[in-house]
């Protein structure tokens, strides 16, 4: 059993920057591969970026890709995702997720079906 609990959420101004954080309990952490998931209001949730189990691949959607980065501790048990020039259109709440596969956060459909979800962190970008 892995909880996830997300931190680092909150106001701020576009253009600036944000750093979340997803503490995980367990003893299993580095067995799983990480992603960052966001929902905005009235939209679908989506992904945002992936990481392998040891740190040595990450993957991002083209919306963040450049602006955001995504790092793991597995020392520390946690995850986390630094966000710069951030938009209003990143508005969101932010989730952390487990999954025992790395490539399964690519395939359309499996979001039902990842290991682990955290509840959630609220991310608001103003103009």
């Known amino acids: 059993q892995v909880q996830l609990i997300e931190s680092g959420g909150g106001l701020v101004q576009a253009g600036g920057s944000l750093r979340l954080s997803c503490a995980a309990s367990g003893r299993t952490f580095s067995t799983y591969a990480m992603a960052w998931f966001r929902q905005a209001p009235g939209k679908e949730r989506e992904f945002v970026a992936a990481?392998?189990?040891?740190?040595?691949?990450?993957a991002y959607a083209d919306s963040v890709k450049g602006r955001f980065t995504i790092s793991r501790d597995n020392a520390k048990n946690m995850v986390y995702l630094q966000m710069n020039s951030l938009k209003p259109e990143d508005t969101a709440v932010y989730y952390c997720?487990?999954?025992?596969?790395?490539?399964?956060?690519?395939?359309?459909?499996?979001?039902?079906?990842?290991?682990?979800w955290g509840q959630g962190t609220q991310v608001t970008v103003s103009s």
């Open positions: 990481i392998t189990t040891s740190g040595g691949n990450t």
């Open positions: 997720v487990a999954d025992h596969n790395y490539y399964r956060y690519f395939l359309p459909g499996l979001q039902s079906k990842y290991d682990y």
